[in-house]
């Protein structure tokens, strides 16, 4: 068969095609009034998949939509060079603070040694006080018991430093 020109043939040609049945077998095959011509079948395909198309390009421009928006919200959020390079300066002060604290720290404890040092030396003190201070009441004790012993071995009238030495 050739490509019809003009409309005439169109129909002329159109009539002499035998109707396919559903199965495929031209002449018809008798389809009965429940059962689908092979038009209505390709039809309802058809339609289907002109529906599974239409949602496929639905679901597609809603995900270029969501691909959109992240992206202008991922620019918006993104850091610039500026930004990096001022966060980087921050980190380096903080890292040289930490440094100098630790250097302090280091001092603090050499003191806290040196203290507690001086904290035993004044304890050891205290007690050799203590010590030197039972010693000179021993003696203080000593010293008047010798005084009354001497009183007693002189006679009443002569005291001490009679002789004006």
Do not use: F, W
């Not at 396919?20 to 395909?45: F, K, M, Y």
């Not at 993104?78 to 930490?98: I, K, M, T, Y």
């Not at 003696?139 to 002789?163: K, T």
């Amino acid at each position: 068969m050739r490509d019809p020109t003009t409309p005439e043939e169109a129909v002329q040609i159109d009539s002499q095609r035998q109707p396919i049945d559903p199965q495929g077998r031209p002449g018809g095959g008798g389809a009965g009034p429940d059962q689908p011509t092979s038009v209505e079948i390709l039809e309802r395909r058809l339609s289907t998949r002109t529906m599974v198309g239409a949602v496929a390009a639905v679901l597609a421009l809603a995900a270029a939509i969501v691909a959109i928006v992240l992206a202008l919200d991922a620019r918006d959020n993104s850091a610039s060079s500026a930004d990096l390079r001022r966060v980087e300066r921050q980190l380096s002060s903080v890292a040289a603070d930490a440094g100098g604290a630790s250097e302090a720290q280091r001092g603090i404890d050499a003191l806290s040694s040196r203290l507690d040092a001086v904290e035993d030396a004044v304890d050891g003190t205290a007690s050799g006080d203590e010590e030197l201070q039972g010693q000179l009441d021993v003696v203080e004790n000593d010293i008047e018991d010798l005084r009354q012993q001497i009183s007693e071995l002189e006679p009443s009238g002569a005291g001490p430093n009679q002789d004006g030495g």
